[in-house]
C-alpha cells in the first residue's frame, strides 16, 4: 500500500502530538498506557477552552 505525503507547516507543540501518536500507534499491540495518557494530554492542552 502505498501512502501519500503532505508537506505543511506545524507548530512545535502540534509536531510533538503527531509523533506522540506515531509513537503510540508503532507500540500497538502492545500499546503502552503512557503513550496514549501523553498523547491525550497534549491534545487536551492544544484545545481552547472556556475557563
Known amino acids: 500500500m502505498e501512502h501519500k505525503t ?3 507547516k506545524v507548530t512545535d507543540q502540534e509536531y510533538e502530538l503527531l509523533e506522540s501518536i506515531r509513537n503510540y500507534n ?6 503502552y498506557p503512557q503513550l496514549l495518557w501523553y498523547a491525550q494530554e ?3 492542552n492544544m484545545l481552547r477552552q472556556p475557563y
Not at 26 to 31: A, I, L, N, Q
Open 6 to 8: 503532505r508537506t505543511m
Open 26 to 31: 508503532r507500540s500497538f499491540p502492545d500499546g
Open 42 to 44: 497534549l491534545f487536551d
